[in-house]
Every structure is written in C-alpha cells, then in structure tokens.
C-alpha cells in the first residue's frame, strides 16, 4: 500500500502536538518522582525520629546508616519506572504505521 504524505502544515501540527504532550508528561511524570522521593524521605526521617532510639544500639546504628542508601536506590529505581513508561507511551507516536 503506498504511502500518503500529509501536508507540511499538518506534519508541523503533528509535530508540535507530540512535543508538547512529551513535555507535560515529563513534567507530571518528574513532579510524581520528585514527591514520591520526598515521601521516601519523610518515611526514613520519621522512622529514624521514631524507631531508632528504641532499638539496641548495634541495630540503631546498622539502620541508620543504611537510610541514605534506601533512600536513593528508592529515588533511582522510581526514576527508572517513570523513564519506562514514558518510553512505552512514545512508542506508539513514533510505530511504523
């Protein structure tokens, strides 16, 4: 089947229309990173506020040296998730019809 070439006006349009949704996902998708992180961060504060000064301290000090680390591997791997879907719903725009 042979292929129809749209109009330069309407490739503009399309264009301009696949941009603009791409930086309203990447702006929704970051401000969803950005507090998920923080509530990670909150968790790891309260439970450090809370929990800590009740344990032994050989476990207090093993926990609390590992927040930092749980925090950004929480922050990495979420950060990941995101750049994944956001892959998967370009992908659509950009298939071979």
């Known amino acids: 089947m042979p292929v129809v070439a749209a109009s330069p006006r309407a490739a503009g349009r399309a264009l301009a229309a696949r941009l603009f ?6 702006l929704v998708a ?3 990173v950005g507090l998920v992180a923080d509530l990670v961060a909150g968790f790891a504060e309260g439970f450090a506020a809370v929990v800590l000064p009740g344990l032994p ?9 590992r927040l930092p680390a749980v925090r950004e591997a ?3 791997i979420l950060a990941m998730a995101v750049a994944g879907c956001v892959d998967a719903s370009s992908l659509g725009s950009t298939w071979p019809r």
Request: glycine share 20%; with cysteine; hydrophobic share 65%.
């Open 74 to 76: 929480c922050e990495v």
């Open 21 to 26: 949704v791409g930086l309203v996902v990447g």
């Open 57 to 65: 301290p050989v476990l207090a000090a093993g926990f609390a040296a």
């Open 30 to 32: 970051g401000l969803v």
